[in-house]
């Protein structure tokens, strides 16, 4: 849940009914433009399956609240590693329900054009009417486009917002900060025995 | 224990810890965690 969408609709003290549904135009209005200013997805078009509510009978003049649950835009998030399957990760995507507006965050061991080309074959697997789009940018990631923008473009096409997170260049430093421990000392090298110390710290009690 | 000691303590090695001589740098603040240099015989 990445934020909450308030509503505010009048009631009338004196004549209280029940309100049934929201306008559309309204509604979008008012939750994405109003009291969500700077909360809106900058790639969000308009969800287009709003939700028809009903409101319980009510006195209350002034404002209503309403929490509209089922239409609040959300995070996904996926993990690549070096043993990921499109396919798996495309399950993961669908059972999520994926909608536009939401925000989809990749965790991923690789670097950033490498889960691109993951995180397309993911798209495609979720949407196979997409199959020339994402040749298209298969093209892009091999010619000179730079990253964010080809993210930028996968997530207009989509209406989600895209944030890549690539953890590659920290393993790298891991994997190299291991390489050069171990080389520090050799294959067979014991454990350093207390007996082997030299002049001991006359004040350290052992325990 | 301070910066300047000799300590032993176990160190990642090949998918296991062992023992090794340490020198402590610096005892970093918050945590009280240290910075170490490890010591080692191989000459590089």
Not at chain 1, 60 to 85: A, R
Not at chain 1, 139 to 154: A, C, L, R, W
Not at chain 1, 178 to 195: F, H, I, S, T, W
Request: hydrophobic share 35%; with cysteine; aromatic share 10%.
């Amino acid at each position: 849940m990445r934020s909450f969408c308030f509503l505010f609709l009048s009631g009338q003290a004196s004549q209280p009914k029940p309100l049934c549904g929201v306008n559309p135009p309204n509604f979008h209005d008012n939750l994405f433009n109003s009291y969500m200013p700077g909360q809106t997805n900058k790639y969000f078009g308009q969800r287009p399956d709003y939700k028809k509510m009903r409101l319980p009978d009510t006195g209350i003049s002034g404002k209503v609240l309403v929490i509209l649950e089922n239409s609040l835009m959300k995070n996904i998030t996926l993990h690549i590693d070096y043993e990921t399957k499109p396919e798996k990760l495309a399950g993961s995507l669908k059972s999520q329900k994926p909608d536009r507006g939401d925000k989809l965050i990749v965790n991923s061991v690789l670097n950033e054009e490498l889960t691109l080309i993951i995180l397309l074959s993911i798209l495609y697997f979720w949407n196979e009417g997409k199959m020339q789009y994402a040749n298209e940018v298969l093209k892009d990631i091999f010619s000179t486009k730079g990253n964010k923008e080809i993210q930028d473009e996968i997530a207009k096409e989509y209406g989600i917002e895209i944030e890549i997170k690539s953890s590659a260049e920290k393993n790298e430093w891991l994997r190299f900060s291991r390489e050069k421990l171990a080389g520090a000392y050799g294959d067979r090298e014991p454990d350093y025995d207390m007996n082997m110390v030299k002049e001991p710290n006359p004040d350290y009690k052992q325990k | 224990m301070k910066a300047g000691d000799i300590v032993l303590t176990k160190i990642p090695q090949d998918n296991q810890q062992k023992i090794r001589p340490v020198l402590i740098l610096k005892v970093l603040p918050k945590y009280n965690d240290y910075l170490v240099c490890a010591v080692s015989s191989q000459l590089h």
